[in-house]
């Protein structure tokens, strides 16, 4: 079955560490997105990329960093430049970034908690 | 900038109540509008859209109508049932073209 795999679920991570989150898709989706969901926050966005070797900032990129080097692929970097970074990040995909009708599919999170 | 505003919850009803989650938009240019729903734990599902004015959305008998001069996209469900107890979140991409732009989310919880 195609879908989007986001691991680990559950990340644990001292202080000052940086930390990278994987996202793989093989639903052959051109764009990908990352958002950052905190408690009555809703979702926001960090990262999103509409075709391979090129993303753009979100809303809060601030001490994120991502790469796009294949199509299936969009990992997420935590550095410890990050002043909060203890949430649960959502990973999504849309069969194109230039068409947005059919919405996203997202994958099922990864839980960073920062101690 | 686009923004989502929802009704604030958590809302608890009984099984079998009426349920209605307002959600209202502003946007710049000519949204598609969605309802996404999760459960806890997990990613967001996609639970159902519109993508013109006066379009019906309809899914696992929830409903939610784009009213362009109200900008709103309310869902509505005629009985609800304790397995939909979850987290729904409205959302727009302007144009269809952009990243969605998500509300703060409504919990709902329905008790037997």
């Known amino acids: 079955d195609g879908g989007i795999t986001q691991s680990p679920k559950y990340l644990f991570r001292k202080e000052g560490q940086n930390v990278t989150l994987s996202c793989e898709q093989n639903?052959?989706?051109?764009?990908m997105y990352w958002y950052r969901q905190d408690p009555g926050q809703g979702l926001r966005l960090i990262y999103y990329s509409q075709i391979v070797n090129d993303f753009q900032k979100g809303d809060i990129a601030e001490g994120y960093s991502v790469s796009r080097e294949k199509k299936e692929s969009f990992p997420l970097t935590v550095t410890s430049a990050q002043k909060n970074p203890t949430a649960f990040y959502l990973c999504a995909s849309s069969i194109s970034g230039l068409d947005l009708t059919y919405g996203y599919t997202f994958g099922s999170g990864t839980r960073l908690t920062v101690v | 900038g686009d923004s989502v505003t929802q009704m604030e919850g958590p809302v608890t009803l009984s099984e079998e109540a009426f349920l209605t989650i307002n959600c209202t938009y502003t946007?710049?240019?000519?949204?598609?509008l969605f309802w996404y729903v999760q459960y806890p734990g997990e990613g967001l599902q996609l639970l159902l859209k519109?993508?013109?004015?006066?379009d019906k959305g309809s899914n696992k008998g929830f409903e939610a109508t784009y009213r362009k001069e109200t900008t709103s996209f309310h869902l509505e469900k005629g009985s609800v049932q304790v397995s939909d107890s979850a987290v729904y979140f409205c959302?727009?991409?302007?144009?269809?073209?952009?990243?969605?732009?998500f509300g703060k989310g409504t919990r709902l919880s329905v008790i037997a």
């Open positions: 519109a993508t013109k004015a006066d």
């Open positions: 959302a727009l991409s302007d144009q269809g073209n952009t990243p969605l732009v």
């Open positions: 639903l052959n989706h051109d764009a």
């Open positions: 946007a710049t240019g000519y949204p598609s």
